[in-house]
């Protein structure tokens, strides 16, 4: 199976800023400088993060982990799920959730590039648009009061020294949702039926309101991510892309291993195994993470192997999930059931001395 990948050379053509150097505002400036996305790390599989409390209101879907860490009070630390529903999401385990915390706080100080465009106070980018990738600063807040288009390709940073703002009804089209970036220094808060694209780290709170979409990840640092009716995903518009020749699972004694081999790996961060004791991947757990064995994750192929032990007897299902560097997840294959008998201990005669 295969993801098409392409490799994009991205110059910034000054004079494609001109919507934002000539809106009249003092203090603009334009560099050819190219800005560049983080490596999301052990954060990459996780869409909703919070470093208080999640909260939802409604049918909310996630495609992909939600977690808290380090949380705030006892739990439950995660609220209204059902009827929101996420693939996995673990509120009372939380240290896959600092990991990701960890990695999220250092994406947020990766994201510090030097900008390309600076606002001097609070900024509508939709009175600026259509924008071209680049740094964008505010001295103030960012807002969005209609439809903000990014046009070409490459990486968008949006840096506010404040807060990010959506109207209801706003919208982003446009760009790469893996290449998008804000940066906010306070709080995100977007508006009803909104529709947002790219991946939000706020140090403090998230806020979602009913029907707003989110086609990126939701990363609190301190505070609280509150939903309500949303979708939220993270569809990269060039995909990475691994040739998967085998995966198999075999059982022996208490313990599975679990064995694959690749063809080919470009931009590949590494794959995640998951396990369920049913046939329903929304109902797997995250049993382990398996880096790349080729430098950079671009390489002729590599074969890999984990050994797993189930919790107890029943019918196992693994399945084998590609991480790219963007972030993005790709299921790629699933084990057939591995049975577990019941294991029964072998009590000895007790031999008395004379």
Not at 157 to 165: E, Y
Not at 280 to 285: L, N, S
Not at 297 to 313: E, F, I, K, L, Q
Request: glycine share 10%; charged share 10%.
């Amino acid at each position: 199976m295969f993801k098409s990948t392409r490799f994009v050379l991205v110059f910034l053509i000054s004079a494609a800023l001109a919507s934002a150097t000539n809106s009249g505002l003092p203090g603009v400036s334009a560099s050819s400088r190219a800005a560049t996305s983080p490596v999301p790390g052990a954060a990459a599989s996780y869409l909703v993060l919070s470093g208080a409390i999640v909260t939802n209101t409604g049918p909310t879907t996630i495609a992909g982990d939600l977690g808290v860490s380090p949380g705030i009070g006892e739990p439950p630390i995660v609220t209204g799920f059902p009827p929101a529903w996420s693939p996995r999401h673990d509120p009372y385990h939380r240290w896959p959730a600092a990991d990701a915390q960890a990695d999220s706080t250092a994406m947020f100080g990766e994201l510090d590039q030097a900008c390309d465009v600076s606002y001097p106070a609070v900024q509508d980018l939709t009175l600026v648009s259509p924008l071209v990738p680049g740094v964008y600063c505010a001295a103030g807040s960012f807002a969005l009061s209609g439809p903000l288009v990014l046009t070409g390709e490459g990486v968008w940073i949006f840096k506010s020294a404040s807060t990010l703002i959506a109207a209801p009804g706003s919208s982003i089209t446009g760009g790469d949702p893996c290449n998008v970036w804000w940066r906010v220094t306070s709080s995100a808060d977007f508006g009803a039926n909104s529709s947002i694209v790219g991946s939000v780290l706020a140090l403090t709170s998230i806020s979602l309101k009913t029907g707003a979409t989110l086609n990126g990840r939701a990363m609190a640092q301190t505070g609280e991510v509150t939903l309500d009716s949303n979708a939220i995903s993270l569809v990269c518009n060039t995909p990475t892309a691994v040739e998967l020749l085998s995966f198999t699972g075999t059982q022996f004694g208490h313990s599975v291993a679990l064995d694959w081999e690749t063809a080919q790996e470009v931009d590949n961060y590494g794959f995640n195994l998951y396990r369920a004791s049913v046939d329903d991947f929304g109902q797997a757990v995250l049993i382990h993470f398996e880096p790349s064995s080729i430098a950079g994750g671009t390489g002729s192929g590599a074969t890999y192997h984990y050994v797993d032990t189930p919790p107890g007897p029943g019918a196992w299902r693994y399945w084998l999930v590609d991480l790219d560097t963007h972030g993005a997840e790709t299921r790629y294959a699933q084990s057939a059931a591995i049975v577990m008998p019941m294991f029964f201990p072998i009590y000895l005669p007790l031999i008395g001395r004379a």
